[in-house]
Nanobody, 117 residues
Framework: QVQLVESGGGLVQAGGSLRLSCAAS????????MGWFRQAPGKEREFVAR????????YYADSVKGRFTVSRDTAKNTVYLQMNSLKPEDTAVYYC??????????WGQGTQVTVSS
């Protein structure tokens, strides 16, 4: 089992920045992909970004490319999502996940991000 706990969400004005954190514990996560997803009210959950824990290589959805950066701190077993130039359409509950590359088995509880216009 892998436990994931997100933090760092909040309310920010359009154009602002937030950094989300995802602390992982339990089974070793070094063999997993770590992903970030989001779900806006009334919409399906969508992929945001992912990276390989071992090599740190990353991949992004087109909607966030150039604005969001995913990274990890292997010593802290923590994955980050740095979100810059935030837009109102980025408002959603953001989830961290482990597994992949396309199917993720472990999920965090989510953290709310609200971007005001």
């Amino acid at each position: 089992q892998v436990q994931l706990v997100e933090s760092g969400g909040g309310l920010v004005q359009a154009g602002g920045s937030l950094r989300l954190s995802c602390a992982a514990s339990g089974r070793t996560v070094s063999r997993y992909y770590m992903g970030w997803f989001r779900q806006a009210p009334g919409k399906e959950r969508e992929f945001v970004a992912r990276l390989t824990w071992s090599f740190g290589s990353s991949y992004y959805a087109d909607s966030v490319k150039g604005r969001f950066t995913v990274s990890r701190d292997t010593a802290k077993n923590t994955v980050y999502l740095q979100m810059n130039s935030l837009k109102p359409e980025d408002t959603a509950v953001y989830y961290c996940a482990a597994g992949g590359p396309t199917s993720f088995d472990y999920w965090g509880q989510g953290t709310q991000v609200t971007v005001s216009s």
